[in-house]
């Protein structure tokens, strides 16, 4: 009896044991998308995923009014939401769509060369045939080349960015320094501001994208924005004389002191804290920064900073041509049940959002119609004034470039920085 | 006799769910690892067979991995010889009673208990070249000429990582060396005393050859814990500047979730795995010897 006893336990334990291994190994049952149609009024559950996890993000809080509204008004769409931290995130969306990518029909991501690998990979789905009902029409022209591969519109722009040249007006004047408006004025500054003890225009290095930001500053305005965008979308090559300048000019600025001597041990962070603490005359940053020179608690330059436009050179770059433009937006999974409906969110979130975000400083929007500017912080009033004679635009490479080549560039870069690499072996790194 | 298989059999049956599971999360992901690293492969769309061509590539070709090992190396042998003797010494002295000895053990083991994220950015303030800790000490000594940016410079940057981790872990080794040298009988301690052995013999001829198998684990935490060394380096460096303070894992991180070569990053892991389990088999056997002797007493 006893070892009969013994037996059963064995059997059933063993028994338990198998089925939960068995039940561990296919978690991929999609079971909230199935679960929906069988419903009498027919619900549609709508998976949402994007990168705002944070509870005082501005983005977020945009976001969750906005989500709010789209499901008053269609009350057939129930829309579920995940976020996860930037660097998470990714990971995230390269796991999901690795696999089959069932859990997810709307979600956030950059265009450019990032999205490239799902576009190539058919994940995603092309909304050409979604945005014939007049999208179009209502979108600014020109902001869909970070979303378009092979002539398909994938994504629809949200809001843009901008690289601007913030100058602390305060340390120029104290220093008698004149805020540079050619390269040679921004040489002459940095080695004046370098002689008295103040460090000229702060980078985080540490941070490749963050060096690349002033080589590829340099390098619009030696080579122009229209073969550095035929290079970054692989139609040219990497053979302008520009860009060998471009790296010299680097070179020129960091022997002159420029960055200071620990600029390869500073991150993006840091870099943003010591020009928010007064104590760096310079800045070269993207338009979301006009915000924190504002509303950053520890911010001492509230009224100090002034955004200047990257220093022209007597290279190929006109003045109208910017750095910046369209790359984050939301994305429609190719393999989600119900193509129509994340097609029609996927319009209305990006739309809804480009405005918001364009109404609190936080970037400009991509779609025509009238924005309220009466709460914008008057450094952004200033970029918007200035973007407004854009004739050109280049994104930044680490968006564009695929991720191996942004890899190498940033790394090259870096080495520039160091004075690794002479500008010859810089364009070698990238031919 | 029938009963003695029986239970054979029973004690096989139970012990097959842990079996599977820990094949199924350890040993598998191995072979899946070491299978992916013969593909080019950049996570989604098609997988190309390369053969053998990214472990060919790991070892010929890839300066910076190589000295990434060199890295590993290094810092394996900063924790053999630096870190495993202070705490040694440390466990030695705590284990012979000192006053507040409680107090002393607690102090020693607070590194460990706080998470590297926090121990990482403590010493990025301490190594900062502006506003740094080290430098303004050296300068209130009068020697700036030493002064420089720890990090940021290619002499000093891995240095500065290994000292954090070598740091860190002292209070852990002393910790689990403690415990064994309480764990040794007093009478042997009376014995020598009586012989008249003084405290360096104790040590050399009591404590230090019936601490072998702790030891060991010591050792092979420390080695292996230096070879897949992840933390410090990414939170402080980051690998470089221009991969000077890159570790393998680190450099494994940038191919997988940067560069997308899930092929060349996965055969980068197997590596790893690979080194770390070779290193384990290598110290079991130099320890062997050394051990029976200390179970033999």
Known sequence: ?431 | MNSLIYTKKSIAVFLLPALAIYCAIVIVPIFITAYFGLFEYNGMGSMDFIGLDNYKKLFLDDEVFRNGILNSLKLAGASLFIQLPIALVLAMILAKGVRFEKFYRTIYFIPVVISSMVIGQLWLRILNGDYGLLNAILNSLGLEKYAMVWLGDERTAFAGTVVPVVWQYVGYHMLIMYAGIKSIPTDIYEAAKIDGANNIQTAFRITIPLLMPVLKVCVTFALVGSLRAFDFVYIMTGGGPFHASDVPSTIMYTNLFRKGAYGYGSAQAFFIILECLLLSLIIQSLFKKSEDAASAI
Request: aromatic share 10%; charged share 20%.
């Open chain 1, 1 to 431: 009896m006893k070892q009969l006893i013994k037996k059963a336990v064995c059997f059933v334990l063993t028994g338990a044991m198998i089925f939960s291994l068995t039940a561990c190994a296919k978690p991929n049952t999609p079971a909230a998308a199935e679960q929906a149609p069988a419903a009498a009024e027919e619900k549609i559950t709508l998976n949402v995923w994007h990168q705002w996890s944070n509870d005082t993000n501005d983005l977020r809080k945009i976001y969750t009014q906005a989500v709010e509204k789209y499901m008053a008004e269609h009350s057939n769409v129930v829309i579920k939401t995940d976020t996860l931290d930037t660097e998470a995130y990714k990971t995230k969306i390269n796991t999901a769509f690795a696999s089959n990518s069932a859990d997810v029909d709307v979600f956030y991501y950059w265009g450019g060369g990032k999205a490239r690998k799902l576009v190539e990979s058919g994940k995603l789905l092309a909304l050409d045939d979604y945005v014939k009902d007049g999208t179009m029409d209502k979108i600014l022209p020109g902001s869909t080349t970070a979303f378009t591969y092979n002539g398909k519109v994938y994504s629809l722009p949200m809001f843009s960015w901008n690289m601007v040249l913030y100058c602390n007006k305060e340390i120029f004047e104290t220093n008698s320094v004149k805020i540079p408006e050619t390269y040679d004025e921004l040489l002459d500054a940095c080695k004046k501001l370098s002689a008295k003890g103040v460090l000229p225009l702060v980078v985080g290095a540490k941070d490749g994208w963050n060096a690349a930001f002033v080589y590829e500053a340099l390098a619009l305005r030696e080579v122009g924005a229209e073969k550095i965008n035929g290079y970054l979308s692989g139609s040219a090559k990497f053979d302008d004389p520009g860009y060998a300048e471009a790296a010299r000019k680097l070179q020129e600025l960091t022997a002159a002191g420029a960055f200071g001597k620990s600029t390869l041990a500073t991150s993006h962070d840091e870099a943003d804290a010591a020009f928010l603490a007064g104590k760096a005359a310079m800045r070269l940053m993207g338009s979301w920064f006009a915000g924190a020179v504002y509303t950053n608690k520890d911010s001492k330059v509230q009224d100090k900073v002034v955004a200047a436009k990257i220093p022209m050179s007597a290279g190929n770059g006109s003045a109208t041509e910017f750095k910046g433009g369209f790359i984050e937006s939301f994305w429609v999974n190719g393999n989600t049940a119900h193509k129509e409906e994340s097609a029609a969110f996927c319009k209305y979130i990006n739309e809804v959002m480009g405005k918001a975000a364009a109404e609190n400083s936080m970037g400009f929007a991509g779609w025509k119609g009238d924005i309220d500017t009466s709460k914008l912080n008057p450094l952004t009033l200033a970029i918007a004034d200035q973007v407004k004679t854009q004739t050109g635009s280049v994104l930044a490479w680490d968006t564009s470039l695929d991720e191996a080549a942004t890899v190498t560039h940033l790394e090259a870069v870096q080495a520039l920085f160091g004075n690794k690499l002479t500008p010859e072996k810089f364009v070698e790194a990238h031919q």
